[in-house]
């Protein structure tokens, strides 16, 4: 059954998406120890089910692996979901800029107008749709003026192949060379009551200018739960084994926030994950939180977050036990 989680919209598009979203780098499997396909996509399902319909992907998310299992969920359901994905982080060209290497296969930051139009392709492919909701650059190409990457999205609007524009991980020059060159409807940036730099820099921008703000490592990969304690060990590939951001000491940071706002969670029946994306869909100029889940579970209890009001009173005591433990982490 779907839920109403109420709506807000992707900048000054016509696009509407509940506030909390689910994202999909983890369903991807790069970076987090691989992936089973069958319960993400059993994940994804459920999501939608509980009206988490704002799905946010990426070609680099296991290499065209997460498009395809979101394209594979959503099958028959495409009317109910707004899908997000990216372009600029390729590896059918060795344009732009080195990024990174995928299994010895070099991946470049390439936002010229020809890679753009390659790349919608294959996410439309992979997706099996005929037009994606939300157009993302996922990482800044400084080889290309941003003038000539707006002018591609923008020809990609006017096809109908995307429905609203958008750019991840960008510097305040970025945000407004966007802005002088086209309509962006929304950023996409790491936020987290551990990571709140935005405030300061792009945040009032995007205020000043109706520009969306997409919160992504809401929970911080998984340090902001009660899942992720001192003692948790990180296997094989995945990213936060040598990460400084998941150190035994920011952990026992976190934990001790955690012991502190755990009252607040149980005078709302709800989780110490759910608390915190409340928290964080609830601050000013964050529109949208997507949290990661690779588990139905997982995708319903990130849901339940939407429906969590909280009062100005918890946002204070949540704020001050988030100075006063998590002001000193490493990241």
Same mark, same amino acid.
């Given at each position: ?55 946010? $992907?990426?070609? /680099?998310?296991?290499? +065209?692996?997460? &498009?395809? %299992? ?5 099958? *028959? ?66 080889? $290309?003026?941003? /003038?000539?990457?707006? +002018?591609?999205? &923008?020809? %990609? ?5 995307? *429905? ?168």
């Amino acid at each position: 059954m779907l839920h109403d989680l109420g709506k807000r919209r992707i900048g000054t598009s016509a696009i509407k998406a509940p506030p909390v979203g689910l994202g999909t780098w983890a369903i991807g499997g790069w970076m987090w120890g691989g992936t089973d396909e069958a319960q993400s996509i059993a994940a994804i399902r459920a999501a939608i089910d509980e009206g988490v319909n704002l799905i946010d $992907t990426a070609p /680099a998310y296991g290499q +065209g692996l997460a &498009e395809e %299992l979101v394209g594979r969920a959503i099958k *028959g359901r495409r009317d109910q979901v707004v899908i997000a994905t990216k372009c600029g982080l390729v590896w059918h060209t060795d344009k732009g800029r080195h990024f990174f290497d995928y299994d010895g296969k070099p991946v470049h930051r390439y936002l010229g107008r020809d890679a753009i139009f390659y790349e919608v392709e294959q996410s439309l492919r992979r997706l099996e749709t005929d037009h994606i909701d939300h157009y993302i650059t996922h990482w800044q190409d400084p080889t $290309t003026p941003i /003038a000539e990457t707006m +002018g591609a999205l &923008e020809d %990609l609007k006017r096809q109908g192949k995307i *429905g609203s524009i958008g750019a991840s991980n960008v510097s305040e020059d970025d945000l407004k060379a966007y802005l002088a060159a086209g309509q962006l409807d929304a950023i996409q940036e790491e936020y987290s009551m551990a990571k709140r730099g935005l405030e300061q820099t792009l945040l009032p921008v995007c205020q000043e200018n109706g520009v969306s703000v997409l919160s992504y490592s809401s929970l911080s990969r998984g340090l902001l739960t009660d899942k992720v304690g001192p003692d948790r060990q990180f296997e094989g590939d995945d990213q936060r084994r040598t990460d400084p951001h998941f150190s035994t000491d920011n952990r026992i940071k976190v934990a001790a926030l955690m012991e502190d706002i755990a009252p607040i969670a149980k005078a709302h029946d709800a989780t110490l994950s759910q608390l915190v994306i409340a928290w964080t869909v609830q601050r000013p100029g964050i529109t949208f939180a997507l949290c990661g889940a690779r588990t139905p579970e997982q995708a319903r209890e990130n849901a339940a977050a939407a429906r969590i009001r909280l009062s100005e009173q918890d946002v204070r005591t949540m704020d001050d036990a988030v100075t006063r433990h998590l002001s000193t982490l490493d990241t």
